[in-house]
């Protein structure tokens, strides 16, 4: 039988206060990335609240040709790679394609909330050329475990990541079109589920 939870501590945001240090810590991360073109990441149901045991699914397009890596950056420092994924392991998405996350629908590949609850950051990061950050992500989800659909990683690993690629692709060689970046975050609000 699980922990009865009562409706008052629903009503609270859980893990407050890990979950507030967590989005300033995004917050600062994701300044770091210029929006040059237009992307879009929603939740296909349009919410933004799940409770245990609730599935969730997203939706991505891009105004323009680009690599995309999609991560849930939780709570407690990790951060999951949903875009690639087991079944979606290319990152190049084309201009006004829309994709669904996580995509085919095969018996145990979806997203189910569950621990840890509280506010998790939903992040899109795009670039024209594929970077670091993309190689990373498309490794992680290679690795994975033949049970797991989804790659994660410590949130360091994705900085570093994002930082060495946005370092290394500054400056585009001589005769090249520049290299574009965008980004969009979407923040999800989990808790458990009432036990009545």
């Not at 008052?8 to 893990?15: E, K, R, S």
């Not at 939780?74 to 949903?82: C, E, F, R, Y």
Request: glycine share 6%; with cysteine; hydrophobic share 40%.
């Amino acid at each position: 039988i699980g922990a009865i939870i009562r409706l008052a501590d629903l009503m609270m945001p859980q893990n407050e206060a890990g979950s507030l240090k967590s989005l300033a810590d995004i917050e600062t991360r994701a300044k770091k990335v210029p929006h040059d073109f237009d992307i879009r990441l929603v939740t296909s149901d349009a919410r933004r609240d799940y409770a245990a045991g609730e599935e969730c699914r997203y939706r991505f397009s891009s105004s323009c040709d680009c690599h995309v890596a999609v991560l849930c950056h939780q709570v407690d420092g990790t951060s999951v790679v949903l875009f690639p994924n087991t079944w979606s392991q290319e990152t190049w998405v084309q201009a006004g394609q829309v994709t669904d996350i996580p995509g085919v629908a095969k018996r145990g590949f979806q997203i189910v909330v569950s621990p840890p609850f509280g506010a998790d950051v939903v992040q899109a990061v795009a670039c024209t050329t594929r970077s670091a950050l993309h190689r990373l992500v498309a490794e992680v989800t290679s690795r994975a475990a033949p049970q797991q659909a989804f790659g994660v990683v410590p949130r360091g690993v994705f900085t570093r990541g994002l930082d060495d690629s946005l370092n290394t692709l500054a400056a585009p060689p001589n005769g090249t079109e520049s290299i574009r970046w965008s980004e969009v975050r979407l923040v999800i609000c989990t808790y458990p589920r009432l036990v009545e």
